[in-house]
């Protein structure tokens, strides 16, 4: 892959050679139809689904916003959505591409290291006091592609380490939160890299309005019918009560073994805070906790994993008594390495979630390089930390009484695709008896 930016450094690749300047946002680029009264419409249509559906904003209750500058259209028609749900004050902290690339091309070398434990304490401060969170995705994938991974991954085990607190809040689903994504010149230019940058934010956004269910007559009305099949599935699952799930396919023969009482979750939740929200837009999975030392055998990831700047090709690995002890890539393998070397939970499992091959984001044929898109391309998998939402009577349970139940602990939480039209998969109960669940990659219950 070539190395990308947009202010005009060398390597810059979007039409040929010629060079994008930096973009204050993707209006600039798209013009035609980003100034469209259609663009306008749904853009509008996104931000109140991310903040009705998406996090059902409370009367009275604060929002932080992450974003990346180019979102500020977004950021704009959520917020507005979201005062007009009832919301108490929204305050957004945006991220500057370039200036995160200028950290690592130029900062010493003792620093990486080093992260914003302040900007973190205070997320973590307005989460324990019930403020809902909004992330909205769509940096450049390959930002820090040609940078000195040792640097990048110091600074991302900071990263994690100082936001810890605030993301297992987060995790264990205390408060409501949701993540939505805004294109941009330079993300739309690596997802299609044969088109001219307007025509590839154009398309980029279009995809994104059409998988995240926001191009009919009444949006909301059509998430709380997607929501509904989502959660027949999810109760099926449930009510099953299955012990293990069996993957096999071209490259895979994996046991994933469920973690002591598992729940399976999907679409719009409730809460801690007992608010109903969607955490993810778009959204096709049914997940649950796998059991942190059940896992074995081996699997293939279907679809590249888009990790810090690397695209992962061709992840093979294999489990023994729930821990990777190995594994393959054949494009950053480097890079894989040093995620499973994140701690001890790295090589472990948090997440096993089932999606069909028909869903929109499969069928739309585009690698988003984005996980918030691919991973509902199809079933998967994710290394690191649990979701302790998806286990039974928590209260009063720590750490280790979790572990002993089967949850992973870990710094990072990474989803890799391992579905596809050639996989099927079982649901196996505690006596060993198989029941179909997927076959060729498509449900067989009636949801």
Same mark, same amino acid.
């Given at each position: ?55 059902? =904003?409370?009367?009275?209750?604060? =929002? ?363 649901? =196996? ?5 198989? =029941? ?12």
């Amino acid at each position: 892959m070539s190395d990308f930016c947009i202010s005009c450094q060398s390597g810059c690749k979007v039409k040929g050679n010629t060079h994008i300047m930096a973009l204050q946002n993707t209006q600039d680029a798209a013009g035609g139809y980003l100034a469209s009264a259609e663009f306008a419409t749904m853009l509008d249509k996104l931000g109140e689904v991310a903040a009705r559906t998406g996090l059902n =904003v409370a009367h009275g209750q604060q =929002v932080i916003i992450t974003a990346p500058l180019h979102a500020v259209p977004l950021v704009r028609r959520i917020t507005e959505h979201a005062y007009k749900a009832g919301a108490s004050l929204v305050s957004t902290f945006y991220s500057d591409e370039e200036t995160t690339l200028a950290r690592y091309k130029y900062a010493a070398e003792d620093t990486f290291d080093t992260a914003a434990g302040w900007l973190a304490g205070g997320m973590t401060e307005a989460f324990r006091n019930g403020a809902a969170r909004m992330a909205i995705t769509g940096s450049n994938p390959a930002l820090l592609a040609g940078q000195n991974p040792e640097h990048i991954s110091r600074a991302s085990r900071a990263n994690s380490r100082v936001n810890r607190p605030a993301m297992e809040i987060i995790t264990n689903f205390d408060v409501n939160w949701c993540i939505v994504a805004a294109a941009s010149p330079a993300w739309a230019a690596q997802v299609f890299p044969d088109l001219p940058v307007d025509e590839a934010v154009e398309k980029l956004w279009q995809a994104i309005f059409s998988v995240s269910r926001i191009t009919g007559e009444n949006p909301v009305a059509d998430w709380a019918a997607h929501n509904a099949v989502l959660h027949r599935r999810a109760a099926f699952l449930n009510d099953a009560r299955y012990s293990a799930l069996h993957f096999k396919g071209p490259g895979t023969d994996l046991m994933v073994g469920l973690a002591d009482g598992h729940e399976w979750a999907a679409g719009a939740e409730k809460a801690g805070n007992g608010i109903v929200c969607n955490p993810n837009i778009p959204t096709e999975e049914v997940f649950t906790t796998p059991h942190r030392l059940k896992v074995d055998g081996t699997v293939a990831a279907t679809k590249p994993l888009s990790h810090q700047g690397t695209l992962i090709e061709d992840i093979r690995v294999r489990f023994e008594g729930g821990r990777i002890v190995e594994m393959h890539a054949s494009k950053g393998e480097d890079v894989l390495a040093r995620v499973l070397d994140t701690d001890e939970g790295a090589r472990r499992l948090g997440e096993v979630a089932l999606v069909p091959n028909s869903s929109p984001i499969s069928r739309s044929g585009i690698l988003f390089q984005n996980t918030l898109f691919d991973e509902n391309a199809a079933s998967h998998i994710a290394l690191g930390q649990s979701y302790t939402k998806c286990m039974r009577d928590t209260a009063g349970q720590d750490e280790a009484a979790l572990a002993a139940r089967g949850a992973n602990s870990s710094m990072i939480h990474i989803d890799w695709m391992i579905g596809s039209g050639d996989i099927d998969v079982d649901g =196996v109960d505690a006596k060993g008896e198989r =029941v179909a669940l997927m076959r060729k990659g498509e449900w067989v219950i009636e949801a």
